[in-house]
């Protein structure tokens, strides 16, 4: 089999497997609130509310110094009305891309609702307490990894990571106060937010959300499926 002949075979297959095959969600955007977080955290909360499998997974997008995208999956910190948080270390790819490009999006997806939500928007770091205090919020290992400082580096001996960890986590356990002062709380204020909902029939429904000016107001907007 050549080549094409097995990417004919891939796209078959792919486009054979069922999107959308449970009971999809209502949304009728005329009733949608004026705020975008409220929304959200209704979404969310239906995410929840029904057993689906890390509800406040996200996928955040940066773009590196050359302006070429980068994307990973991060878990949402908190929403409320300054934006949406997420943290990573400072010395990370993500934290040297957002020094660089302090700009981002956010997409969350709830398959099993049909679901999604896309935001954008500046990025600035919240202030040294918050980081801290979401650092010492993770689990021991989780902050000795974080003081290795080493995320996204070439792994040449597991065996060395794992001694290093082990270090670091003895380090963690004498001083459990203790901070990684480059481990970064982040707040993404969004200038839109767009709500996704699948239909069957796939005419979906979309509904953004602008901001308009500097007093915070939002302006709604029907898009085309």
Known sequence: MNDADHGSDVRAWLRGIEVFAGLLCAFEPEHAPADPVRLFLSWLSDAVADGLRDPHAMT?????????????????????GSG???????????????AVHPRAALTFYWPEHGRQVRL???????????????????????RAESLLARQSQ?????????????????????????????????????????FWQAAKNRVHTRL??????????????????
């Open 120 to 142: 954008r928007g500046p990025v600035a770091p919240r202030p040294a307490r918050d980081s801290a205090a979401d650092f010492l919020g993770r689990s021991a290992t989780a």
């Open 60 to 80: 955040l997008s940066t773009v590196d110094e050359a302006g070429d995208p980068d994307a990973r999956v991060l878990i949402l910190k908190a929403v409320d």
């Open 154 to 194: 070439y792994l040449a001996d597991t065996a060395e990571r794992d001694h290093a960890l082990e270090k670091a986590l003895a380090l963690v356990e004498r001083e459990p106060s203790l901070v990684d002062s480059a481990w970064t709380l982040y707040t993404l204020a969004p200038v839109e937010v767009e």
């Open 84 to 98: 949406w948080q997420f943290a990573g270390h400072g010395f990370s790819p993500k934290g040297h891309q957002l």
């Open 208 to 225: 953004r959300y602008e901001r308009t000016g500097t007093d915070g107001h939002w302006e709604r907007y029907r898009l085309w499926s």
